[in-house]
């Protein structure tokens, strides 16, 4: 699978591209949160534009990068991160949301609503950092240039895509253009033709799955050189010993009451939908100091 992170630079056109396509790993989220098309391409939005994030972190699953998107659509909460090494999970509150088409695409902006994009960025040195701007439009793409211009001074351009049919994700990335102080107004105004042409970001990516090809459609003509290329691929972080924390940060009372029903009490991960149980007798030694269970 062509799942990968490119980063580019063009010595001539002095921008910066990013390309990621993440097509099958969204398939993956898909079936395991039992995500509704219009849930699947949010989500997916959101986690192709963390990885195009994560492309300037170290190589190393300590950083990285997250998006948390809350609005009042029906979706309520996207969040989606990827880390140095291109691990990239993500989470929707309300999965099964169903909400018609529209225009022949899938109304992510009604989904999302209106509220806040935040981009959590931690480096591994401590405290993670933290900037936040209101949702401009809810498409995510738009979203995250809006961000990157109000918080990191970044002029940018993204599209991020997902192309489904028939529940299936058949196509899912983007790219990021940066926009680097020495640009050429006629290059900036030629690539943005060509963005305008490629006839949307999923189709071009359904019709051309290796990334490699965007990045010679967009800055054919400059001086394109590869930095990186780095695979992408689903893995989640979550353990049982925080599915524990979890456990014991809940109320104390409502974990007795639960444990009086029931000979385990089990943690779901919401990004990969994992199942830790904990029998009565583990809960008991670990909540022994502050009282039995039973
Ligand atoms: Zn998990």
């Given at each position: 699978m062509r799942q990968r992170l490119l980063r580019v630079v063009d010595d001539r056109w002095h921008v910066r591209l990013i390309v990621a396509t993440a097509t099958a790993l969204l398939n993956t989220v898909r079936r395991r949160l039992a995500?509704?098309?219009?849930?699947?391409?949010?989500?997916?939005?959101?986690?192709?534009?963390s990885a195009l994030l994560s492309a300037y972190l170290k190589p190393t699953a300590q950083q990285r990068v997250q998006i948390h998107i809350a609005g009042d659509g029906p979706l309520r909460e996207v969040v989606a991160e990827c880390n140095g090494?291109?691990?990239?999970?993500?989470?929707?509150?309300?999965?099964q949301v169903d909400l018609p088409p529209r225009d022949g695409k899938w109304d992510v902006a009604r989904a999302v609503g209106r509220g806040y994009f935040t981009v959590l960025r931690d480096l591994g040195l401590g405290e993670p950092y933290a900037s936040t701007v209101p949702l401009v439009s809810g498409e995510i793409a738009q979203d995250l240039a809006y961000y990157l211009l109000q918080s990191e001074q970044v002029h940018s351009a993204v599209l991020l895509g997902v192309l489904i049919r028939r529940e299936r994700v058949i196509a899912a990335g983007g790219c990021l253009v940066e926009r680097l102080p020495d640009a050429d107004e006629s290059a900036m105004d030629q690539l943005s033709e060509r963005i305008r042409t490629l006839g949307?970001?999923?189709?071009?990516?359904?019709?051309?799955?290796?990334?490699?090809?965007l990045v010679y459609q967009l800055l054919e003509g400059g001086r394109p050189?590869?930095?990186e290329v780095r695979p992408l691929r689903f893995r989640c972080r979550c353990r049982r010993s925080r599915a524990l924390?979890?456990?014991?940060?809940?109320?104390?009372q409502a974990l007795i009451d639960d444990l009086r029903q029931e000979a385990t009490v089990e943690v779901r991960c919401g990004f990969c939908n994992a199942a830790y149980g904990f029998s009565r007798e583990e809960l008991d030694f670990y909540l022994r100091p502050l009282g039995r269970v039973h």
């Open positions: 995500t509704s098309p219009v849930a699947t391409a949010s989500l997916g939005r959101a986690m192709v534009g090494i291109g691990h990239v999970r993500g989470y929707v509150r309300n999965p949307g970001i999923s189709h071009w990516l359904w019709r051309h799955p290796d990334p490699i090809q050189r590869i930095l924390e979890v456990l014991m940060a809940m109320d104390r």
